[in-house]
C-alpha cells in the first residue's frame, strides 16, 4: 500500500490540508454528496495514525481553525458504554462461559448496534458541535463487536450536519472495506477514500 500509495506521512499531511478546506466542510466537493469519508492505511501503521490525530486534536483546540474537530475512538464509546451498566466484568465471565461469538452477539444487541438509531449513533449526535468535523478511530479495536460499513450505514442514515472520516486500519477501494487487508467486510459504496 505504501509504495504505490505514497508514504503514510504524506497521505496524512493531504488528508490533514483537505480537511481544512472549506469545500470539504460545507458539503460542496465530489457531486455534493453527503460528507463521509475513509482515510485507510496499513494495519501495522496504527501507532502512527495515532499520533497524527492526537496532534490535529491539540492544534484544534487552540481554537485557531473555524471548526471543532471531534474524534470518537469507538472503542472507548463501547467500553464506556458496559462500564455504566456495570456489564463489562460480566461480559468477561460471560466469554469465558460462552465464547466469543456469544459476547459478541450480546454486545451488539445491549448498544442496538445493527440498527438505526444504535446508541453509537445516539452518542455521535448528542456529542458533536454543530460547525464540526468527526473522526471515528478505534475501528480495528472493536472487531468483531463492531463492523465499520454498519457503523457507516447508520450513521449516514441519521447524522449528516458535518463531515465524518472514518481512519480504518485496511484497505478500502470505494466498493469494499477489507479489515486489517485480511477480513472482508460487507461492501460500501457510500463514503469517498480521503486520500488515494
Not at 28 to 42: I, L
Not at 71 to 94: A, P
Not at 128 to 133: D, G, K, L, R, V
Request: proline letters at 3%; one cysteine or more.
Amino acid at each position: 500500500m505504501e509504495t504505490v500509495n505514497g508514504c503514510l506521512s504524506d497521505r496524512l499531511d493531504e488528508m490533514e490540508a483537505a480537511i481544512r478546506k472549506t469545500s470539504f466542510r460545507k458539503g460542496t466537493g465530489r457531486a455534493n454528496e453527503v460528507n463521509y469519508w475513509v482515510f485507510d492505511y496499513p494495519p501495522e501503521k496504527e501507532l502512527e495514525v495515532r499520533a497524527r490525530i492526537e496532534y490535529m486534536k491539540g492544534k484544534n483546540a487552540r481554537g485557531d481553525d473555524d471548526f471543532d474537530l471531534v474524534v470518537f475512538d469507538l472503542y472507548d464509546v463501547i467500553i464506556d458504554f458496559l462500564e455504566k451498566k456495570r456489564f463489562l466484568e460480566k461480559c468477561y465471565d460471560f466469554e469465558k462461559k460462552n465464547g466469543m461469538e456469544r459476547i459478541t452477539k450480546a454486545v451488539t444487541n445491549a448498544m442496538k448496534i445493527n440498527d438505526n438509531d444504535s446508541l453509537i449513533v445516539q452518542y455521535i449526535k448528542e456529542h458533536t458541535p454543530e460547525n464540526a468535523i468527526v473522526f471515528l478511530t478505534g475501528i480495528g479495536k472493536c472487531y468483531p463487536i463492531l463492523r465499520s460499513h454498519k457503523v457507516l450505514n447508520n450513521l449516514h442514515q441519521a447524522f449528516v450536519r458535518c463531515p465524518v472520516v472514518m481512519f480504518f486500519p485496511g484497505t478500502y477501494n470505494e466498493q469494499e472495506l477489507i479489515l486489517f487487508n485480511e477480513i472482508k467486510d460487507d461492501n460500501y459504496y457510500r463514503a469517498f477514500r480521503l486520500v488515494k
